[in-house]
């Protein structure tokens, strides 16, 4: 830190009119749909960015009636919880007494002239504040930050001519940074639609045409005579069927929770946590259970090549019909996800790679039923699905060119990855560097002193401090 820097924590930096508390204690009880205060919550703040996602709201009289603080354009809100925790950002809400928030976020309302709101959020959302903020963390399943902890943090207060600097400088490179990433999620959103791309040629038949011209089967001079159109002919040894013809579809068993335990044992417990597409993530949250049933164990433990899909979700979201192949042994089929096991007809790579189209989504999805909240897709549903059949011999070409294409998806998704990782790090390297003072250059800083208003960090606080004490 500079030598004209000083360590301030937040009690020292806000007027006496500004504010440093929790939110409300608003309880489920307390909300009301149809009320016209919104209650912001955690999902709502981001790092740096405030992501408007939620929906909950309260009556104003129930707001007055809970002594409610409302939330003011401009206030920093700090979540208390992860993740990740101590992040922060500016509520940007327009409108008096229309907005409060939850326990978990403190509300930070400066009310002065000499600490920049912004360099105060760059200041809280830098490594150096989350490396005190971690020291200072509580809780055993999920970590929080109390506000009383929060207010010992000593937080680096450069001169305002620097702060002015600071802020401009990380938002140049923010900005350079911010349209590198754009132009990387953009490459991302490319990525998937040539992915559908490569799965709709795929089950069109379009992939494997040419291969079909070399091993058409039956009569050739029928063929070369007959009426039928190209797309028809190629499609000549093509059928449809459900998938209760060509696989046993095995529903998941409502394994007891209290039977869990977090460390190795016999069997692990898929759940519906543990499936992406194409991918079982068995190190996510694992659970295992030992000393099983035998006719439990008959049944509910999976099969290499088994596909396995989830049944349940968010209705809004569709966040499942999610599928992946077992490569593993020792794994229990848990309840709402739904096992697949092939026959000779299909091969599981096949049917996997298949369901990831929209034709597999939209037969999926309109069996959905549920509440508002919550979808459900029943195991007749999976059952009557149909898909498109080809030849053992074509379902292999197919497969084989998918992969071919997508892995080469796959190498260029992991670099773009990468680069998003790098443009985090690098984020996280400009907030440092202006915290220990290192930002700007020594002609920048020159320039800095040269303002009008440029004093000692120092001399800042004592001013605060004498405009809390003239109240």
């Known amino acids: 830190?500079?030598?004209?820097?000083?360590?301030?924590?937040i009690d020292d930096v806000i007027?006496?009119?500004?504010i440093f508390k929790d939110g409300d204690w608003v309880e489920s009880k307390d909300q009301d749909q149809n009320g016209e205060i919104r209650l912001i919550q955690l999902a709502d703040i981001g790092d740096g960015i405030f992501l408007n996602k939620s929906e909950r709201y309260l009556t104003k009289i129930k707001a007055q009636e809970l002594k409610c603080t409302?939330?003011?354009e401009g206030d920093i809100l700090v979540a208390r919880m992860p993740y990740p925790l101590g992040r922060a950002t500016i509520f940007p809400l327009k409108g008096d007494e229309k907005h409060?928030?939850?326990?978990?976020?403190?509300i930070i309302r400066l009310n002065n002239d000499l600490i920049l709101q912004k360099y105060f959020l760059y200041i809280i959302n830098s490594p150096i504040s989350r490396k005190e903020i971690e020291k200072l963390q509580s809780g055993t399943t999920r970590k929080r930050i109390s506000r009383k902890n929060l207010s010992t943090i000593l937080f680096p207060i450069a001169p305002f001519p620097e702060q002015r600097a600071i802020v401009a400088k990380i938002e140049e490179l923010f900005s350079k940074l911010d349209n590198g990433i754009s132009n990387l999620n953009k490459a991302k959103e490319k990525l998937e639609i040539y992915r559908q791309a490569v799965l709709k040629k795929a089950f069109d038949g379009e992939l494997t045409k040419e291969w079909r011209k070399e091993n058409l089967i039956g009569d050739i001079e029928n063929v070369i005579s007959s009426s039928k159109s190209f797309k028809e002919l190629c499609y000549a040894n093509w059928r449809y069927e459900r998938l209760s013809e060509v696989s046993d579809a095995i529903g998941g068993y409502a394994f007891k929770s209290n039977n869990f335990r977090k460390d190795n044992g016999e069997f692990q417990v898929v759940r519906i946590g543990n499936i992406r597409p194409g991918k079982l993530r068995l190190n996510e949250s694992p659970v295992y259970i030992n000393n099983i049933d035998e006719s439990i164990l008959s049944k509910y433990e999976l099969k290499l090549k088994d596909v396995i899909i989830t049944l349940t979700g968010t209705r809004k979201k569709r966040d499942y019909g999610y599928t992946t192949i077992v490569n593993k042994a020792k794994l229990l089929l848990n309840q709402r996800i739904a096992a697949l096991r092939f026959n000779e007809k299909c091969l599981p790579e096949f049917f996997l790679y298949y369901s990831w189209t929209d034709n597999f989504k939209n037969q999926f999805f309109e069996s959905e039923t549920g509440n508002v909240g919550q979808g459900n897709v029943g195991m007749k549903a999976i059952r009557e699905t149909i898909i498109p059949l080809p030849t053992i011999e074509e379902q292999l070409q197919i497969v084989s060119k998918i992969e071919e294409k997508l892995s080469v998806c796959d190498d260029i998704e992991k670099s773009l990855y990468e680069s998003l990782k790098i443009c985090d790090i690098l984020r996280q390297s400009i907030l440092r560097k202006a915290f220990e003072g290192k930002l700007l250059n020594?002609?920048?800083?020159?320039?800095c002193k040269k303002e009008f208003d440029w004093e000692p960090a120092d001399k800042l606080l004592e001013k605060i401090k004498k405009l809390r004490l003239s109240k």
Do not use: N, P
Request: hydrophobic fraction near 45%; aromatic fraction near 6%; charged fraction near 35%.
């Open 1 to 9: 830190m500079r030598e004209d820097w000083v360590k301030a924590t």
């Open 15 to 18: 007027h006496d009119s500004g």
């Open 70 to 72: 409302y939330l003011k």
């Open 100 to 106: 409060v928030t939850v326990v978990d976020v403190a």
């Open 442 to 447: 020594e002609l920048e800083i020159e320039a």
